[in-house]
């Protein structure tokens, strides 16, 4: 067989693990391929005398006349399985070289099986289920460390949890009255044993503190703690916290704090009834705020394992319920009458404090800007009412109020400003101090401080509607003053809102509003057939019908605090979320983790990588960096030489930002140059 028909065969396979350089095939996958392709692998199997039962994948290269065979004898038995060998064919040169991993005690691990069987496999939502295990405890987050045993053990156990003999990741939580309560039935159902140590906060306490309640305004229980971990981290922060487990701490006496962290409890309980009762009393304890967690999966579990009541018994003797994200929030809502929010996969908060519940939804809108910064134009207009001696003697007690009334986007109260009576005192009223505001440091940045408060609330308030809440009545103070200054009514607002969020639904408006953005953020690039990209911390930038389509989505994503860009696909109602390695510090940052919203699917698909697989870097970086960001001069300089030299192939049918990483390093040798942080070495 000749190169072109062997490339040829190649490209036409549209199953298996594709990626930009080879397709991975896994060799019961090999009969859906041509019948030419089929019988040149075994022609040269058989003459390299490589037994079928020494291989177990098949790398068919698409830009090289190469294969390669890989042996992962425990592909069906075990979710990660390890490399035990490898045979790389050249086919120009006739070569071959083998690797053997047999006596390595940190061999390459194959993660996500599914990928390479052909897509009517009966195993291939059995194997998807491990895979979506390590995405919803984050174990994808750096995929550059989990390539090998070692790495993979190690991101085990930082995400605070352990392998069984099964390959199944455990939680460490426990409950109440799941540990105090045997199984009737005749297996013992040890539950303790899902307690594990930890060397970092758990998920569910780490969005506490993503979310700004880990401050010390706050009391936390650690309702089923475990070993303590959370708390001794806690602790060292002096957080006013308390933890009860019913072996590790069962005299912890139980008294009800403003948080309770029920992490990945109800899960280990085999009766549902039980469930709900550890739920419910779980709940009595939150005066503000329930966080309730689980663990995610589907029903190719029971395949696996012995089903065991409405979840499966491991042959640790441990019982795991695994739900998908919907039902896990079906639950908790119908148990406990309150609204389920989704924070993350697995993650959800539970107000019992209505305001609270206000105060975390509205803050999430709220535009972030830095008055202090911006407001650098002192007019030199004075009022006849006040000297401008008196003006003068207390211009720092004006700039405060000032910069109070930026923050608010209107007039601050009197329980909103530190120094209202003595601001009263001088000046006879907070009105009559902001007109002095407004000539004194400039009328326009109170105006856009208006503009920007009401669209905030306006996006607040559609996202409102779109999860069904109406809670007017239970709406902080401020929160009330913001609506009734803004729109005088609430009627007014919430009549806005539903029409702004009907709007995300027309394509036309979208793709205006893209274009908006285009020219209000700092940085952004919009492309026809790729939508509209920029900085996630842009997002607040955004026009609003942008805001509340991107909000949408993240109501059934959670937060995105590690996510770098964001992309709004303009025809197809997907959201995609973009994290990198290296973003930040690094010329040419490695994408490490995709998540693509589909909205009119309400449905989420995640992307890492596997062996093999080397994350796609981002080029022209710059392209979505602010003109006064940090390193901007630098990485502008960079992308524009190495535009420069790679233009010609980069324009030949592919975006600068799409090349794959084997493309990237085949053009720099082609071009006899090297990189070295932000510096281009020529050869």
Known sequence: ????????????????????????????????????????????????????????????FKRD??????????????????????YSIDLTKKTQRVATYEDSDNPPILHRRELFLDPNSPQRDEFASYTHEGEVIGLYDNTRVIGTKLGWLRAIRKSGHILDAEGRLLPLSLTKSSLSRDAKDDDTILRHKTAISRAQ??????????SGYINGSYTILDYGCGKGDDLRELQAHNIDCMGWDPVFRPDTELTPCDIVNLGYVINVIDDIDERRETLKLALKLAEKLLVVSAMLGNESVFQRYTPYKDGVLTKAKTFQKYYYQSELKEFIERTLNREAIAVGAGL??????????????????RTKINWRQITSRPRQESTAKISKSKIEENKDLLRDFWYACLDLGRPATNDEFDHSDQLRHLFGSHQAALGICEEEFDQTDFTESQSIRK???????????????????????????????????????????RELLFAVSN??????????????????????????????????????????????????????????????????GKVTLMAYDGFESEAIPRLKERIKIKMREQDIDFFDYVYEYRPQPLLMKSKFMAADEAGYAIQAAFDEELHQILREDLDQGQDDEHVSAERLDFLLRDHKIKLKGHSIIRD
């Open 1 to 60: 067989m000749q190169f072109a028909e062997f490339q040829t065969l190649v490209r036409s396979i549209n199953f298996g693990k594709d990626l930009p350089e080879a397709v991975y095939l896994h060799k019961s996958a090999l009969q859906h391929t041509p019948p030419e392709l089929q019988a040149f692998v075994g022609k040269l199997t058989k003459a390299l005398k490589i037994e079928d039962r020494h291989w177990d994948l098949i790398k068919l």
């Open 455 to 497: 669209g905030d609330l306006l996006v607040y308030l559609a996202l409102d509607h779109f999860g069904k809440r109406d809670t007017y009545s239970r709406m902080p103070d401020r929160l009330r003053r913001d609506i009734k200054y803004h729109f005088q009514r609430y009627q007014n607002a919430r009549a806005q809102a």
């Open 507 to 572: 394509v036309e408006m979208i793709s205006k509003a893209c274009v908006e953005a285009l020219e209000l953020l700092p940085a952004a690039y919009l492309s026809e057939a790729h939508g509209l990209t920029f900085q996630t911390r842009f997002l607040n930038l955004c026009p609003s019908i942008l805001r509340v389509y991107i909000g949408c989505a993240l109501q059934l994503y959670g937060e995105i605090d590690n996510v770098n860009l964001i992309k709004v696909h303009i025809q197809s």
């Open 201 to 210: 906060l758990s998920v569910p306490m780490f969005s506490l503190v993503n």
């Open 348 to 365: 959800f908060y539970v107000f019992t404090d209505k305001a609270e519940e206000q105060k975390y939804l509205s803050e999430k809108q």
């Open 65 to 86: 006349f190469k294969l390669s065979l890989l042996s992962y004898p425990d592909f069906f038995t075990y979710p990660y399985p390890s490399l035990k060998a490898s």
